[in-house]
């Protein structure tokens, strides 16, 4: 089993729509989880960081950790097409410079105009 | 602000033939630094990391090895490619307390 699983996807949905993507982990020492947006043929991009439990909204994005499901959450509103991309997790047990992070395999999502 | 550069962007090699790729950072100084592989469907897996000059640890047992010869210097090189070295490397940077932030990629095939 992995320790990160995501689900690949692809997922489509119509331009507007609210986007859900998720994550589950097996890691309860997992305490910092990231979203990153990677666009095709580009390095992944800092979406949103968050530590332990909870929500946090930054614009048309907003991340949700429930660490007692071990599962996190990325939600977009509005979505535009700009927002097609591979959307990988992230996670890793503390902040250090050093601490490795742990990645899902991406979801790729597409928005239909 | 800082920023990261990889270079080449894309390289094509024959088999056999050696590699050498380059990032550096700037607008930060003693940063962490990570190599890592992209394959299709299979996520990103970390080759090497660095805490600091000359210091490499190394993830995974390969046909790749990595320096650092500068603070904000990160080098992957090969001596002989494998068709298996083909992917999409990505260097990232990280400062203390920090997640990590990562570059533009090279792609490279080997034929």
């Known amino acids: 089993q992995k320790e990160v699983e995501q689900d690949p996807g692809p997922l489509s949905v119509p331009e507007g729509a609210i986007v859900s993507l998720n994550c589950t982990y097996s890691?309860?020492?997992?305490?910092?989880f990231m979203w990153y947006r990677q666009y095709s043929r580009k390095g992944p991009e800092l979406l949103m960081y968050?530590?332990?439990?909870g929500n946090k909204e930054d614009g048309r994005f907003t991340a949700q950790v429930d660490k007692s499901s071990k599962y996190i959450s990325l939600f977009i509103r509005d979505s535009q097409p700009s927002d097609s991309a591979t959307y990988l997790c992230?996670?890793?047990?503390?902040?250090?410079?050093?601490?490795?992070?742990?990645f899902g395999t991406g979801t790729r999502l597409t928005i239909i105009p | 602000s800082q920023t990261i550069h990889q270079w080449p962007a894309t390289l094509v090699q024959p088999v056999g033939s050696p590699l050498s790729l380059e990032c550096t950072v700037e607008?930060?100084?003693?940063?962490?630094l990570y190599w890592y592989r992209q394959a299709a469907g299979r996520g990103l897996q970390l080759l090497f990391y660095?805490?600091?000059?000359?210091?490499i640890s190394s993830e995974v047992p390969q046909n790749l090895s990595a320096s650092r010869p500068q603070d904000r210097q990160f080098i992957l090189s090969s001596k002989k490619l494998l068709l298996s070295d083909s992917g999409f490397y990505l260097c990232?940077?990280?400062?203390?307390?920090?997640?990590?932030?990562f570059g533009p990629g090279t792609r490279l095939l080997v034929l």
């Open positions: 968050t530590y332990s439990s």
């Open positions: 607008g930060t100084s003693n940063p962490n």
């Open positions: 990232a940077w990280s400062g203390l307390g920090e997640t990590q932030y």
């Open positions: 890691n309860s020492a997992f305490q910092y």
């Open positions: 992230a996670m890793s047990r503390a902040n250090f410079g050093n601490e490795k992070l742990t």
């Open positions: 660095s805490v600091g000059i000359g210091q």
